[in-house]
């Protein structure tokens, strides 16, 4: 009697545990993503990992280097950036959706100054420069069932400390793919 007590102890409490697993599945806290825009519109490598803190919420960090060698206008207001980033989801689903972020970004560049003859606008590299700006973005998050993210963002923000020639102004955005773990 004592075995068959023991076992049912054993079974119900494995049961028990193995469909609380089921109905409450742990959820995947790390992103690894790539904006794809940037890369292809600016020749940029802008990768970042973002930590979800619970379901509406997260911390990342992204790196952007510029790896143009070419004079394209478009290019050359900066070089590389590191910009730290808080989340706020505002939906129903875990950490997907609506979002507003609050940024900082370390960033650096060149000088730029343009002058215009009969034939082309030509760029001349001026002094490398390096600021610090706080900005606030907007974006959509969509994640597949199996971890594949998207997301689309835009977002401004402004440069407190730096030199005179630091851009006053500062952009983040574009569209990344990734994947949640």
Same mark, same amino acid.
């Given at each position: ?26 959820? #995947? ?137 630091? #851009? ?14």
């Amino acid at each position: 009697m004592k075995k068959f007590l023991v076992l049912y102890l054993f079974l119900s409490t494995f049961f028990i545990g193995w469909s609380q697993d089921i109905t409450n599945p742990v959820q #995947p806290s790390a992103e690894l993503k790539i904006n794809a825009f940037n890369l292809i519109a600016f020749t940029f490598i802008d990768i970042s990992y973002e930590h979800l803190l619970n379901e509406e919420s997260s911390l990342g960090l992204g790196i952007l280097f510029n790896v143009a060698d070419n004079n394209e206008i478009l290019d050359e207001f900066r070089s590389f950036s590191l910009t730290p980033y808080y989340r706020q989801y505002f939906s129903n689903q875990y950490a997907k959706g609506f979002f507003l972020e609050g940024f900082g970004m370390v960033n650096s560049g060149n000088e730029a100054d343009y002058y215009a003859d009969f034939e082309m606008t030509q760029l001349i590299k001026g002094e490398q420069y390096t600021a610090f700006a706080l900005g606030i973005s907007v974006g959509g998050k969509f994640v597949t069932p199996r971890g594949f993210a998207v997301e689309i963002y835009t977002g401004l923000g402004r440069n407190l400390f730096g030199s005179d020639i630091s #851009p006053d102004i500062i952009s983040r955005g574009g569209v990344s793919l990734g994947f949640r773990f």
